[in-house]
């Protein structure tokens, strides 16, 4: 199991444990009528992770790597294949239900897109007191109003402003906080915020990461902050995971990370970024992804591979202290 010094001082509030995670690729009409078994891909490999209460995670990594499926086995809104997943020193991994529904007062998503993720037929009022009323049943009229005012409040928007508004008469920037509000609404202690920021014009964007910041101490809120911009990861999160494939390939505190990568993978990411160019540049090839079931994921992109990356895949491995690597050669790379 993965620690880190985080993890160690302080509480854990969702623990993964060797998570999997398969998709069926649709038959063709042929296989069906040959009744040919569906070939599935295996979209989360093996995941252990650890986030504590009041820390940021950052999910990290390239476009299909596997966010979004590792937010939805978290939210229990897709059922893993196999592994744990433990929140609040509970074991979620196959509640239903009743039990179900609790767990998601515990825990909110924030969707990526502010423009379709509201409903356009509500009024923002409406918008944020719906989880109350599915979550707070006895909650009295007086109560849902200061809750509503309260959670708009916390996000920096006045509740006489925009309360009887829609959504198509908000900015992009305060239907992202209309959504932070419906999510902090129930008190989660979690927030799954997945790419909350990547449909917002860059001057909003830190206003955004600033609210999740405020959240965080304010409200004692833990964050996974699904992301592919490791520009502003560094300047909300704690520690983060990068992963390629559905596997975690490093692994460590945000700053130790990105200013210390080992993975020519994270290398590659970070000096493609222009404000991390005194980066020495590190490429990447440009070949089909390896398909094969042994040896590392990432050999056929990877410009240091040995013989030992065809043979072998390799394990997540302790560095440095918090800093964990999925690679044979990265001490010479
Ligand atoms: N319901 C599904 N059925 C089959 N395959 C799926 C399904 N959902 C996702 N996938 C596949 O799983 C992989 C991971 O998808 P996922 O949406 O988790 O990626 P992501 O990292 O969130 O990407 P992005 O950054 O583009 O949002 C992709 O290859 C995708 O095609
Ligand atoms: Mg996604």
Do not use: W
């Not at 979550?135 to 200061?146: G, P, R, W, Y």
């Not at 909300?236 to 990068?242: A, K, W, Y």
Request: proline share 4%; hydrophobic share 35%.
């Amino acid at each position: 199991m993965i620690t880190n010094i985080q993890s160690e001082l302080k509480d854990t509030l969702l623990e993964i444990i060797d998570l999997n995670k398969y998709f069926s690729i649709r038959s063709n009409i042929i296989d069906i009528l040959r009744f040919k078994t569906p070939k599935k891909i295996k979209v989360i490999d093996n995941i252990n992770l650890k986030l504590c209460k009041g820390e940021i995670l950052v999910v990290a990594g390239e476009s299909g790597s596997g966010k979004t499926t590792l937010a939805k086995l978290i939210m229990r809104s897709i059922q893993s294949d196999s592994g744990k997943i433990i929140f609040d020193d509970r074991d979620i991994t196959n509640i239903k239900g009743k039990e179900l529904l609790k767990l998601r007062s515990g825990i909110q998503m924030i969707f990526q897109d502010p423009y379709s993720s509201l409903d356009p037929r509500m009024k923002i009022f409406d918008i944020i007191k719906e989880p109350l009323e599915v979550h707070k049943k006895k909650i009295s009229k007086k109560e849902l109003i200061d809750c509503v005012n309260f959670a708009l409040k916390k996000v920096n928007l006045d509740p006489d402003e925009v309360s009887s508004k829609y959504p198509h008469m908000l900015s992009g920037g305060q239907r992202q906080r209309v959504s932070f509000a419906r999510a902090l609404v129930i008190k989660p202690t979690l927030i799954i915020a997945d790419e909350p920021v990547s449909m917002l014009d860059v001057s909003i964007r830190f206003q955004i990461l600033d609210l999740m910041k405020k959240l965080k101490d304010e409200e004692n809120v833990s964050f996974l902050y699904i992301t592919h911009d490791l520009s502003t990861s560094q300047y909300v999160g704690d520690n983060i995971i990068i992963i390629y494939r559905g596997q975690i390939i490093e692994q460590g505190n945000i700053h130790e990370v990105l200013s210390h990568p080992l993975h020519p993978y994270t290398k590659a990411l970070i000096s493609a970024i222009p404000q991390f160019n005194d980066f020495q540049e590190i490429k990447i090839k440009n070949e089909i992804e390896s398909s094969s079931n042994c040896g590392c994921k990432f050999l056929n992109k990877c410009l240091y591979s040995s013989e030992e990356c065809k043979n072998s895949e390799p394990t997540l491995i302790e560095a440095n202290r918090s800093h964990f690597i999925r690679c044979y050669n990265y001490e010479s790379i």
